[in-house]
């Protein structure tokens, strides 16, 4: 609507081998590596992973908002046929809030306390459309209905501390989705949450994702396996396997997607509880290899190399034990 | 669900700290003397009677005493206040209007703007202010807006450092980061979203300034630097009973007995100002 990049019918994001890196005293330490996926219209990518694997890195690396020492070292991100790597901040500036919708995880910090919400609305519309501020009063009435909160022309004018936690994230998602941006991200946009609240927060990103694309960022495999129709598994800085929601949950390869999975705890006997040995590995950690080994039940000594992510029938796995014999089950 | 949020909200309003309250009025009833007084048929402030000297005060004719010229110390007590707020209130609203845009420019930029305004910061406050008012003076003349100007240039940084230190923090919190990810320019980030979650700590540090403002002014009056020699603020009332000390001790007690009762009530308002807030923004969270 407000961009014209919308009627190609290419990808709207696509990330290409993005490799993000610190700068430490003995070389650079990267904390994202070869990182690639793509989102076409309509798609709900979640991007699955432990504290530390890199999901949030990979979307703030996309907004170009990473920490100040952060480089990006390798690699291309193409947005509607930009090239954001090599964006400058001014583009930067008008392609937040306007083509990419963020849905922050705690609605409790993420709302100023001491403005209105509707001042927070307006001054997204009024900051990337050319409309009065009555209009965008408007429009910012009619995203509040849109996210179903009751009375929106009145709670336009609450301070967030008038809202419930459930109400809060309404608005959170009203904000992220008020300019209508072809690409909505959402960082744990249900941790915060109760578990009632929850579902009705996932159901309204799943309808504001028929019209666009948008990236939930997760460690829950519940919400992924309820909104997602494509997942990627990140462990430490690298995708390590990616497909369909329903290749990703119901015939996962990976050790790791195993191991995450049959760590979700259950109401049932039959399958136990089995958390993943040992410790995702610390940021200042190195590795040959592959970077889950040290924790792997399956792994060999050809896995001190870096496995490929390896395309296996539009299921992608970076483990050698998976292209190869002798994966045990 | 809206009555119940206007009634919660006038119930923030009634509890206002006594405190608060008593500065207020003080300030207030300071505020009305000078009009007041008049229509009392109280004697102007600079009305000489030269029958009348050194008259002592509770006497019908000058309720708080007269000086060595016969004039009703309670009428200059009242136009006093006049100029001394004045001065004091300038000389704030200066300061702030210099030390929270600094403040809020180096807390927003790590590199060099920020080691600059620092070091700026640190060079003013390292001045014995005194001296350095007296050298700024005596370069710039004397007169009301200089004295304004003088203590406003040395006394920003007090509104700097904390703007600086709270706006640190403030500039992590979720919500600034999610006004950066709309979008939002940096600043109006810095003005609209920063700026208005120091207000209280901000109003309160204008309270207890001005109260400084007002020392600092009756300081420099008293020693014939601050406002015109003329006038009859504090500070010069208080310059003119050094030579009566012993013969007519309320003429120094008048003007140092209404310093001090504006500085505490300034102080009390800085206070409830302090805990109004806190309460109201700890309710909020």
């Not at chain 1, 919308?6 to 994001?13: A, R």
């Not at chain 1, 519940?222 to 015939?251: D, K, P, S």
């Not at chain 2, 005596?138 to 807006?145: D, L, R, T, V």
């Not at chain 2, 203590?151 to 703007?163: K, M, S």
């Amino acid at each position: 609507m407000n961009n014209t990049a919308m009627t190609n019918t290419g990808p709207i994001l696509a990330l290409q081998n993005l490799s993000v890196a610190f700068p430490t005293k003995d070389g650079d330490r990267a904390v994202l590596d070869n990182i690639s996926f793509t989102l076409h219209e309509g798609d709900v990518l979640g991007l699955v992973g432990e504290s530390g694997s890199g999901k949030s890195l990979s979307v703030l690396s996309l907004m170009k908002l990473l920490p100040p020492n952060a480089r990006i070292k390798s690699g291309k991100i193409n947005f509607l046929g930009q090239d954001l790597v090599h964006a400058t901040e001014n583009d930067m500036r008008r392609i937040r809030g306007r083509d990419i919708g963020m849905i922050f995880q705690d609605p409790f910090s993420s709302l100023n306390p001491v403005r209105r919400i509707g001042d927070l609305l307006t001054e997204s519309v009024l900051r990337h459309q050319k409309v009065s501020k009555a209009v965008a009063r408007d429009i910012a009435i009619k995203a509040l209905a849109d996210v179903a909160l009751p009375a929106p022309a009145e709670r336009i004018d609450n301070y967030p501390h008038q809202l419930s936690g459930g109400q809060r994230q309404r608005v959170v998602i009203a904000l992220a989705g008020i300019n209508n941006p072809s690409l909505l991200i959402a960082d744990e946009p249900t941790t915060a949450l109760d578990p009632t609240v929850r579902m009705q927060v996932l159901a309204l990103i799943k309808k504001a994702a028929t019209k666009r694309s948008v990236i939930l960022v997760t460690h829950d495999f519940g919400a992924a396996a309820q909104i997602c129709n494509r997942i990627a598994v990140m462990y430490y800085g690298r995708v390590v396997e990616t497909g369909t929601a329903e290749q990703i949950l119901t015939a996962p390869v990976h050790p790791y997607t195993k191991a995450l999975m049959a760590a979700v705890p259950r109401f049932s006997t039959e399958h136990a509880f089995a958390p993943i040995p040992g410790d995702p590995p610390k940021p200042t950690e190195r590795f040959d290899g592959c970077s889950y080994r040290p924790r792997c039940p399956a792994a060999a000594d050809d896995c001190r190399s870096i496995p490929p992510l390896t395309d296996v029938g539009g299921h992608s796995i970076a483990c050698w034990r998976a292209t190869q014999p002798g994966l045990p089950s | 669900m809206s009555a119940t949020v206007t009634a919660s909200r006038r119930k923030d309003r009634t509890a206002l700290p006594t405190g608060l309250v008593i500065g207020l009025g003080i300030l207030v009833i300071m505020g009305l003397l000078p009009f007041v007084l008049p229509l009392l048929g109280a004697p102007g402030a600079d009305v000489i009677n030269l029958y009348d000297r050194f008259e002592k005060p509770g006497s019908l004719s000058h309720l708080l005493g007269s000086d060595h010229l016969g004039r009703d110390l309670l009428a200059r007590m009242a136009v006093g206040f006049k100029w001394s707020f004045a001065a004091a209130i300038l000389s704030t609203a200066l300061s702030l209007a210099i030390g929270a845009p600094l403040g809020l420019l180096a807390a927003d930029q790590s590199g060099w703007p920020r080691r600059v305004i620092l070091q700026i910061i640190n060079l003013t406050m390292s001045f014995p202010s005194l001296v350095a008012a007296i050298c700024l003076i005596a370069i710039i003349g004397q007169g009301f807006m200089s004295l304004v100007l003088v203590l406003g240039l040395l006394t920003w940084p007090v509104f700097a450092r904390i703007v600086y230190a709270e706006s640190l923090a403030i500039l992590e919190k979720d919500y600034v980061i999610a006004a950066r990810f709309m979008g939002v320019k940096q600043w109006r980030i810095l003005f609209r979203h920063v700026l208005p979650a120091l207000r209280p700590s901000l109003l309160a540090t204008t309270a207890f300034h001005f109260a400084d403002m007002l020392i600092a002014e009756s300081a420099l009056s008293f020693l014939g630097i601050g406002a015109p020699i003329d006038s009859s603020t504090w500070g010069n009332m208080l310059a003119d009973s050094r030579s009566f000390l012993f013969q007519a001790p309320w003429m120094m007690l008048v003007p140092a007995g209404a310093i001090v009762l504006v500085v505490v009530s300034a102080n009390l308002i800085g206070d409830g100002i302090s805990t109004l807030l806190r309460g109201r923004s700890q309710r909020s969270l």
